[in-house]
C-alpha cells in the first residue's frame, strides 16, 4: 500500500493562482463580448485590392 503525498503549499499557491487567471481571462472575454454586443455595427473597411485600379 503506497501512501498519499501531501501537497506542498507551493503547489497550491501556484495552483490557485492559475485558476484566478482563468477567471480573470474568463471575465475580461465576457466583458468583451457584452461590449460587442452593445456597439452598433461598425461599417467594414474596405479591402485595398477593390478600390486599387490595375496598372497595364
Known sequence: MSSKRQT???????ERKV???RELK???KAAAK???AEAP???E???LDQDV???D
Open 26 to 28: 474568463l471575465e475580461k
Open 19 to 21: 485558476k484566478e487567471k
Open 41 to 43: 455595427e461598425a461599417p
Open 8 to 14: 506542498t503549499m507551493a503547489k497550491l499557491t501556484r
Open 45 to 47: 473597411e474596405p479591402s
Open 53 to 55: 485600379p490595375e496598372a
Open 34 to 36: 457584452a461590449a460587442r
